[in-house]
């Protein structure tokens, strides 16, 4: 279902790109109950299954317009690409991890999101400090979320590294 339409989509168990399988695949490892699979959905944000909002899908779909699977990580630079703005995305590279000091409410951070086998950076701003392991990150039109420490980088601009190749 996509929203309150059907959709079919074929299936071809060795393409690694195939939504339906990796779609099956999902679902043996994620399984819902028959009683409640209307109610569970399909894309979560966290582990307690909260749903992704319309800004996290259109924020990682902006940054899979910007590559194929044929792309390195440092070809991810592109400025654009189908009409889609880095800038706009939220997508950066990470620099140096941030050191104990420099985690605090406010500070800007490059944190790693996996976008099928590649890993991309998407800047955000602390937004409180819960632990000696965590903190909560904001990212631009989005409710904070909960980001281990180890997972904090200083942001560096696309187009920087794009000027270093």
């Known amino acids: 279902m996509f929203g309150d339409k059907p959709i079919y989509l074929p299936f071809h168990p060795t393409d690694p790109c195939n939504a339906a399988a990796r779609l099956a695949r999902l679902e043996l490892q994620f399984p819902a109950p028959a009683n ?12 307690a299954g909260t749903p992704m ?38 997508m950066c590279d990470k620099g140096a991890p941030l050191a104990p000091a420099e985690v605090k409410k406010g ?17 955000g701003t602390i937004s409180a400090v819960t632990s000696s392991t965590e903190v909560r990150v904001a990212f631009p039109g989005e409710r904070p979320w909960l ?8 942001v560096v601009s696309l187009d920087d590294t794009a000027d270093d190749a």
């Open 147 to 154: 980001i281990a420490r180890n997972r904090l980088f200083h």
């Open 36 to 47: 409640q699979r209307r109610h569970v959905p399909l894309f979560v944000s966290d582990a």
């Open 53 to 90: 909002s319309h800004a996290v899908v259109d924020t990682i779909f902006a940054a899979a317009c910007l590559t194929d699977a044929s792309d390195s990580e440092d070809d991810l630079a592109s400025d654009t690409a189908d009409g889609c703005l880095v800038a706009e995305s939220g």
């Open 107 to 123: 500070a800007l951070v490059a944190v790693p999101f996996a976008l099928g086998s590649h890993h991309v950076h998407y800047s």
